[in-house]
C-alpha cells in the first residue's frame, strides 16, 4: 500500500493510534481542529499548525503575497475558533527559493502582521529556510479557552440541529474563476467577491467564542476541506449519521448567480472546501438562542440539517426529498 491508497485521513488515524499517550496535561491530543493541554486550572492550552504548499494550496499566478501572509494566518485562526478559543500568539516558517524578491517577502510579512493584529496575536517566532523551487510555509498557531467552554467534534447528539455560518461554496467558486480567467480583467462584482473569499478568507474567531461562552454548541468544527468532508469528521467522532437538506445550505448572490449558468456546480457549497466557516450543532433547544447570536454578528447562521442515528450514515436531500448522490465529498491530501 501507498499513501495514495491510504490517504490523508487514513494516515492521521495511524499516528493518532501510533502516538497515543497518557500524558496527564494531554486532553485532546492528534484528531481535533486543536490539541488541548492543561494551561492552569481555569484554562486550556489550544495549538495548532497549518502548511500551505505551492501549487497545491495556492499559485502565485494569481495570489499577490501580501494576501498569501494573511491566508496563512487566517486558516490557523480558524482551527482555534473551532475550539471555542481566544487565539494568542502565532509562529511562521516560511520556504522560498533564494530568487524570491525582497518585495515578494516585505508584502507577505506585512499580510502576517495586519491580520495577526486583527485579531490581537503577536507573532513570536518561526523559522526560514531556502527551497531548489517551491515556496512553503508553516503557521502555528496557540489560543486558551476556559475548561468548561472548549469545543470538540465529538458530542453530537441524535436530534441535534447542524448549523454553519455565513455562506458555503464561494471559496471554492473563487478558485474555479482565478483557474478559468487568469489574468483577465474581472468586471462582475459579485465574482470579485468570490475571488476575494478564496485568497483571503475571514475566520470566524468572534462567533467561535460566543458559540463557546454561550453554551450553544454540542460540538463544532471549522470548514476547511468541504462541508460533507468535514461533517463526516463530526459523525465519526460522535457516533452518528446526519440528514443535510441541500436547498437550506446558504450560498451567496455569487453563486446563486453563477449555478444559473452552472447548474451543477451547487455542489461547491458541499464539497468545496476553504470556506472556513463553522460547522457546529446544537441542541433544538438552543435556536432561539441562535437567532439571536446572529443578528448580534449581523453574519447568517443557518440550520441546514439534524443528526440522526448512525445506521443512516451522511444523507443530502434534494427539494424533493430525493438522495443526492454524493461524486465527492471535499478535498483529501493523497488523493487528489
Known amino acids: 500500500m501507498d499513501i495514495k491508497e491510504l490517504g490523508e485521513l487514513g494516515l492521521i488515524k495511524k499516528l493518532a493510534a501510533q502516538f497515543a499517550t497518557s500524558h496527564p496535561r494531554i486532553i485532546k491530543g492528534i484528531g481535533d481542529d486543536a490539541s488541548v493541554t492543561l494551561q492552569d486550572e481555569t484554562k486550556y492550552l489550544l495549538c495548532t499548525t497549518d502548511t500551505l504548499v505551492e501549487d497545491i494550496h495556492f499559485s502565485l499566478k494569481y495570489t499577490p503575497s501580501y494576501n498569501l501572509g494573511r491566508k496563512a494566518v487566517s486558516i490557523s485562526l480558524s482551527d482555534i475558533a473551532a475550539m471555542g478559543g481566544t487565539p494568542t500568539f502565532l509562529l511562521v516558517s516560511i ?188 441542541s433544538p433547544n438552543n435556536a432561539r438562542l441562535i437567532e439571536i447570536m446572529a443578528k448580534e454578528i449581523g453574519a447568517p447562521v443557518t440550520r441546514i440539517g439534524e443528526i440522526v442515528p448512525k445506521e443512516l450514515c451522511i444523507t443530502v436531500l434534494d427539494e424533493n426529498g430525493k438522495v443526492v448522490p454524493l461524486t465527492t465529498e471535499g478535498f483529501e491530501h493523497f488523493k487528489q
Open 95 to 282: 520556504v522560498f527559493p533564494p530568487t524570491t524578491p525582497i518585495d515578494f517577502i516585505e508584502l507577505f510579512y506585512k499580510g502576517i502582521k495586519e491580520k495577526a493584529q486583527e485579531f490581537g496575536v503577536g507573532l513570536i517566532g518561526g523559522n526560514t529556510s531556502s527551497s531548489p523551487d517551491k515556496i512553503v510555509i508553516s503557521t502555528t498557531m496557540l489560543g486558551e479557552v476556559p475548561k468548561d467552554q472548549v469545543l470538540f467534534r465529538k458530542g453530537a447528539s441524535v436530534g441535534d440541529a447542524i448549523y454553519v455560518t455565513g455562506y458555503l461554496g464561494d471559496s471554492a467558486l473563487g478558485l474555479k474563476v482565478w483557474q478559468q480567467k487568469g489574468s483577465t480583467v474581472i468586471i462582475d462584482p459579485f465574482l470579485k467577491d468570490a475571488m476575494l473569499a478564496h485568497i483571503d478568507p475571514h475566520p470566524r474567531v468572534k462567533e467561535g467564542i460566543i458559540i463557546a461562552e454561550r453554551r450553544l454548541a454540542t460540538s463544532m468544527i471549522d470548514l476547511s476541506d468541504g462541508l460533507i468532508s468535514d461533517l463526516r469528521h463530526i459523525v465519526e467522532e460522535s457516533v452518528v449519521g446526519a440528514k443535510v437538506l441541500l436547498k437550506q445550505i446558504p450560498i451567496s448572490t455569487s453563486l446563486k448567480r453563477w449555478i444559473l449558468e452552472h447548474p451543477q456546480d451547487i455542489m461547491l457549497s458541499l464539497a468545496g472546501g476553504e470556506d472556513y466557516e463553522l460547522l457546529f450543532t446544537a
